[in-house]
Each structure stands twice: as structure tokens, then as C-alpha cells.
């Protein structure tokens, strides 16, 4: 036997080895920070109370916004600010986020306090506090002190944006908004239409929806004439009640 086969024959010996396994043991937790828990509590809170809000202001704008004012354009595919901030909040309630955006910061560039607030909710909703807060900045809620005292009596008795939601958002926790069938009607077209012009022009930040974009958008906010049913003629019954001829 040579010492190979010695040391092979020693080793067969021990049967059912007990090795132990390499257990890799996992880092310990790090301690709990109720100060963290409570700062993350509140941000959620904030993002989910934000797109509420927005969501609010939304539709009240494009429920009540007259059709005349949404039909507004500066050419066939770019509407006017205030056209432009109501069909952006179209594009937020069928979850189009970014020519919403676009269309919004399009709107407050041109001097709609309003769509400077939606911005300032909508960077809220996504935890984006930096961004809300330079868009809080340009609404009519935090402008400078007036000077004059006309200036003064007016920014009293004038409701700031922020009040005027929450009254908004409590009523609206509380009915049933009912949209027309040409506001559900642009809520379907806009999305696509929008996409589409993505595609077209990727290059363009402001959406672009196509050449007869503001065509499609004023046919469907025209009131169409309403024809009324004309009842059914009923004919005098020529027949005699036992079923004969009737003399004249």
C-alpha cells in the first residue's frame, strides 16, 4: 500500500463529517430615530395632501372655466396662457404629468398666478420641496407689501389662491363634481393628441399636438344645437270597432 492509499483509507474511516456552515450574520439594525419616522410621516402626508389640492383645483378650473375662454389660441397648436393653464389641469386629471407641467410653466411665464400655484402643488405632490417652494415664490399669495393704500384695501378684501382652495377642497370633499359630456370628450382626446406630438417633435419641451389642434378643441367645447324629437303621428283608425269598413 503506498502512503496515498494509507492516507485514503484513514480518511474513509470518518463518516458523516459535522462541518460547520460559514453563517454570515446580517448587520444589526440600525436604533430606530423617532425624529425621522415623524419628519417621514409628515412628508407623506404633505405629497398626498398636495396632489388632493391640486387635483381640487383642477377640476373646479376646468369644470368652471367658460368654453369661450378654453377656445383661446395663439396659433393652431399653442394656446393662450389662460386657455393654456385649463387644459394643462385637463392633462393632470387623465394623469399626463409632463405636458402639464410644460403647459403650466408656459402659463405662469406669461403672469398666471394660478398656474404658478398648480406648479408649486404639483413639485409638492412629488416630494419636490425645492422646486415647490421657487413656485410658491411667484404666485400672487407671497408679492411684496402694497405701498398705497388702494393697493392695501384690495389685498384685504381679496382672498389669497391658498384660501380659496381649501374652501374648494372641503366643499369638494363633500359632492359630486359632474363633468359635461364635452369636457369627458376632451379628457380622451387631449392625452393622445399630446403623446402624438411628443412623438412628432421630440425635441420640443411645450407640447405640440398637431395643426388642427385648436380646431378639434373648439369643436368639441361648441354647443351643439339640440333638434328635438318630433312625436309620432297617430293616424285616425279607419276601421269600425267590429272590424268593418267605416262609412263616411
Same mark, same amino acid.
Given at each position: 500500500?503506498?502512503?496515498?492509499?494509507?492516507?485514503?483509507?484513514?480518511?474513509? &474511516?470518518?463518516?458523516?463529517?459535522?462541518?460547520?456552515?460559514?453563517?454570515?450574520?446580517?448587520? @444589526?439594525?440600525?436604533?430606530?430615530?423617532?425624529?425621522?419616522?415623524?419628519?417621514?410621516? #409628515?412628508?407623506?402626508?404633505?405629497?398626498?395632501?398636495?396632489?388632493?389640492? &391640486?387635483?381640487?383645483?383642477?377640476?373646479?378650473?376646468?369644470?368652471?372655466? @367658460?368654453?369661450?375662454?378654453?377656445?383661446?389660441?395663439?396659433?393652431?397648436?399653442?394656446?393662450? @396662457?389662460?386657455?393654456?393653464?385649463?387644459?394643462?389641469?385637463?392633462?393632470?386629471? #387623465?394623469?399626463?404629468?409632463?405636458?402639464?407641467?410644460?403647459?403650466?410653466?408656459?402659463?405662469?411665464?406669461?403672469?398666471?398666478?394660478? $398656474?404658478?400655484?398648480?406648479?408649486?402643488?404639483?413639485?409638492?405632490?412629488?416630494?419636490?420641496?425645492?422646486?415647490?417652494?421657487?413656485?410658491?415664490?411667484?404666485?400672487?399669495?407671497?408679492?411684496?407689501?402694497?405701498?398705497?393704500?388702494?393697493?392695501?384695501?384690495?389685498?384685504?378684501?381679496? @382672498?389669497?389662491?391658498?384660501?380659496?382652495?381649501?374652501?374648494?377642497?372641503?366643499?369638494? $370633499?363633500?359632492?359630486?363634481?359632474?363633468?359635461?359630456? $364635452?369636457?369627458?370628450?376632451?379628457?380622451?382626446?387631449?392625452?393622445?393628441?399630446?403623446?402624438?406630438?411628443?412623438?412628432?417633435?421630440?425635441?420640443?419641451?411645450?407640447?405640440?399636438?398637431?395643426?388642427?389642434?385648436?380646431?378639434?378643441?373648439?369643436?368639441?367645447?361648441?354647443?351643439?344645437?339640440?333638434?328635438?324629437?318630433?312625436?309620432?303621428?297617430?293616424?285616425?283608425?279607419?276601421?269600425?270597432?267590429?272590424?268593418?269598413?267605416?262609412?263616411?
Amino acid at each position: 500500500m503506498t502512503a496515498v492509499e494509507a492516507i485514503l483509507a484513514r480518511a474513509l &474511516l470518518v463518516r458523516d463529517r459535522a462541518v460547520p456552515r460559514d453563517i454570515v450574520r446580517p448587520d @444589526p439594525l440600525p436604533p430606530t430615530d423617532p425624529t425621522a419616522t415623524a419628519r417621514t410621516a #409628515t412628508a407623506t402626508t404633505m405629497t398626498t395632501t398636495a396632489a388632493e389640492h &391640486l387635483r381640487a383645483l383642477c377640476e373646479t378650473l376646468v369644470t368652471h372655466t @367658460p368654453a369661450v375662454t378654453i377656445t383661446k389660441f395663439v396659433t393652431d397648436q399653442v394656446p393662450e @396662457p389662460r386657455s393654456a393653464l385649463v387644459l394643462a389641469c385637463v392633462l393632470q386629471l #387623465t394623469e399626463a404629468d409632463d405636458g402639464a407641467r410644460f403647459w403650466w410653466q408656459y402659463a405662469a411665464g406669461a403672469g398666471q398666478a394660478t $398656474a404658478a400655484y398648480c406648479l408649486y402643488l404639483h413639485h409638492l405632490s412629488l416630494g419636490e420641496t425645492d422646486a415647490a417652494q421657487w413656485w410658491h415664490r411667484q404666485t400672487d399669495d407671497v408679492q411684496p407689501p402694497p405701498t398705497t393704500g388702494a393697493e392695501a384695501e384690495e389685498r384685504i378684501t381679496s @382672498p389669497s389662491t391658498t384660501t380659496i382652495l381649501r374652501v374648494l377642497h372641503r366643499l369638494a $370633499a363633500h359632492m359630486t363634481r359632474h363633468r359635461s359630456p $364635452a369636457v369627458t370628450e376632451l379628457m380622451t382626446f387631449m392625452p393622445t393628441a399630446v403623446a402624438t406630438g411628443y412623438l412628432r417633435e421630440p425635441e420640443m419641451d411645450l407640447p405640440m399636438p398637431g395643426p388642427d389642434f385648436a380646431t378639434r378643441i373648439r369643436t368639441l367645447l361648441t354647443p351643439r344645437p339640440h333638434t328635438p324629437t318630433r312625436p309620432p303621428v297617430i293616424r285616425p283608425n279607419t276601421l269600425h270597432p267590429l272590424g268593418e269598413t267605416a262609412t263616411r
